[in-house]
Nanobody, 121 residues
């Protein structure tokens, strides 16, 4: 199982970006998927989380600006980021808890490689 993140880049403050994370490999299902980010000199923090049934949760700093979504048929997750601020600059990582075998009810955690998001002021 692999996670591939894409969509990062450079944008001006107030702009928008859309990140995607695709799950590849043989899986039974997805329990939940998340986006985390890590800025230089800071700890990795949760940005947003979505369960396989679509329940969402957001970090306080992005609530109201970012929207997470999941496509279970395509095993992909997206993060629509609007009204971006310079403080959103970070490497963004996707994380998924995946049922990769029939008896793995609680799922195994996988991480994708990060994608850089840079917001200029």
């Amino acid at each position: 199982v692999q996670l591939q993140a894409s969509g990062g880049g450079l944008v001006q403050a107030g702009g928008s970006l859309r990140l995607s994370c695709a799950v590849s490999g043989s899986i039974i299902g997805i329990n939940d998927m998340s986006w985390y980010r890590q800025a230089p000199g800071k700890e990795r923090e949760l940005v947003a989380d979505i369960t396989g049934r679509g329940a969402t949760d957001y970090g306080d700093s992005v609530n109201g600006r970012f929207t997470i979504s999941i496509d279970n048929a395509k095993n992909t997750m997206s993060l629509e980021m609007n009204m971006l601020k310079p403080e959103d600059t970070a490497v963004y990582y996707c994380r998924a808890k995946i049922r990769d075998s029939p008896r793995n009810y609680f799922g195994t955690i996988y991480w994708g490689k990060g994608t850089q998001v840079t917001v200029s002021s």
